[in-house]
């Protein structure tokens, strides 16, 4: 069983859908509210700081139109994103992972002679493969292995928080949150410690490699570096394969091996390691963004900080209210089958779609007062930051729970916890995922 690789999707000249996509946009429906075509750029100031007024003015003003600047067809209202998730007939999967910026040929030649061999997995899979994935895949990532993981993520942050409480001051992102969901992951992979950094360079190069615009020279570094994690990963597998654990139970890449059971019909063995750089990546770059965001804006709001320190009970409340608003993710993508009309725009057949996560979690349609962080909200967990529909994330669970287990602690170690003064978030330049690059925050010895 084959499937195509990420350099099969998206490497392409994108000429003929660039051109679909002006011609469209003749018609002028996409192009209402002056300059919010040519207003939406990801990579650069002042979207990168703070997106929210770009996301509240083309709500109002054009909840879909054509961004020259990526090439995408752009939706901004909740419905409509939610329609488009809801639609995989309509709006294909397969380019949500493939590179933002077409790959150069020597990127491109670095990949196919290192033997990048990385499949269609879960986030980019279209039915009816998407099913075979999702059902297998499920059979060894089960409720209950999440759950036991919570004694290693607790014991994980106390270790940490235990680490640098006497010195009262701290990068919170270097020094606790962007390893932990690292951490984590080996745990469930089953790898050795000693692989954080190989996830924390995967992570960091998926999100320029995918998300980012990075010149030719960066591509063929990065390009290297992603063989190379993927070639980790194959490895691994084969290990697993030649001296296989006792218990098979024990961690997710034997859980896999044992659900295929030698057949290629449920998992190829590039299935297998697709799916591991899947959760190895988008796992951890999310949920670090994730915590980072959450302790950032709680942190921010003093009497809101006080009251999770007062009363744990609301911590769950306050991280699905974070994920509203201050997504990780603040845009997923698409790619049309045919033409569609969305909220009386034709998107062209093949064009690229952006759907703005971000924006979809603060609309007063389905949000009252939006841009109030309100831990109590009662809908807040209606947010799209997981997606929706049958690309729901399989590791939303996991993510929550690292999140509220990262405050239960802080909470009760450090609750005189605060940003430093002088603080000054910054974010690194790409379409989709958003959280501090730095966390300094000081608090009482």
């Not at 490497?11 to 003749?26: E, F, N, V, Y």
């Not at 380019?95 to 933002?100: E, F």
């Not at 269609?120 to 499920?138: E, S």
Request: hydrophobic share 45%; glycine share 6%; with cysteine.
């Amino acid at each position: 069983m084959t499937s195509p690789s990420l350099t099969d999707e998206h490497i392409r000249p994108l000429t003929s859908q660039t051109d679909r996509a002006h011609k469209a946009s003749q018609a002028g429906s996409a192009l209402r509210g002056d300059g919010v075509t040519t207003a939406y750029d990801p990579f650069r100031e002042p979207l990168l700081s703070d997106p929210y007024p770009f996301f509240a003015r083309t709500r109002a003003d054009a909840p879909v139109f054509y961004a020259p600047v990526i090439e995408h067809w752009v939706v901004a209202r909740y419905e409509d994103v939610k329609r488009v998730l809801l639609d995989p007939e309509a709006f294909s999967a397969a380019n949500s992972i493939a590179p933002v910026t077409p790959l150069c040929d020597a990127a491109q030649r670095i990949l196919r002679e290192g033997g990048w061999r990385q499949a269609p997995a879960l986030g980019n899979n279209d039915p009816p493969d998407h099913a075979r994935f999702r059902k297998n895949v499920q059979r060894a990532f089960t409720p209950r292995r999440v759950a036991e993981l919570e004694p290693f993520i607790r014991e994980a942050v106390e270790t940490r928080i235990e680490t640098i409480a006497p010195r009262g001051r701290a990068d919170l992102m270097a020094e606790l949150i962007y390893d932990l969901p690292a951490l984590v992951i080996l745990e469930l992979l089953g790898i050795p410690d000693d692989g954080v950094p190989i996830v924390r360079e995967a992570g960091d190069n998926r999100i320029a490699f995918v998300w980012g615009r990075p010149t030719d020279d960066e591509q063929a570094r990065l390009a290297a570096a992603m063989v190379r994690f993927w070639l980790y990963l194959r490895g691994l597998i084969d290990e697993r394969l030649a001296s296989p654990p006792d218990d098979s139970s024990g961690d997710l890449t034997s859980g896999l091996l044992a659900v295929r059971g030698g057949d290629d019909t449920v998992f190829t063995l590039d299935e297998i390691a697709s799916v591991l750089f899947a959760f190895l990546t988008a796992g951890h770059e999310t949920t670090s963004s994730l915590i980072g965001n959450a302790a950032r804006q709680l942190l921010g709001r003093r009497v809101v900080w006080e009251e999770l320190c007062a009363d744990p009970s609301l911590i769950s409340g306050a991280v699905e209210e974070v994920l509203r608003f201050d997504s990780p993710v603040v845009a997923w993508r698409r790619r049309a089958r045919r033409d569609v009309e969305v909220a009386g725009v034709t998107i062209p057949e093949g064009a690229q779609v952006l759907m703005l996560l971000g924006s979809a979690n603060r609309d007063d349609a389905v949000f009252d007062d939006p841009e109030w962080l309100d831990i109590r909200r009662g809908n807040a967990s209606a947010h799209l930051s997981f997606g929706h529909g049958i690309h729901f994330c399989l590791g939303a669970a996991l993510a929550r729970l690292e999140a509220r287990v990262t405050f239960d602690v802080l909470t009760a170690r450090l609750p005189s916890l605060r940003l430093a003064p002088g603080y000054v978030p910054h974010f690194v330049p790409n379409v989709s995922f958003r959280g501090p690059v730095a966390l300094e925050v000081e608090w009482d010895g």
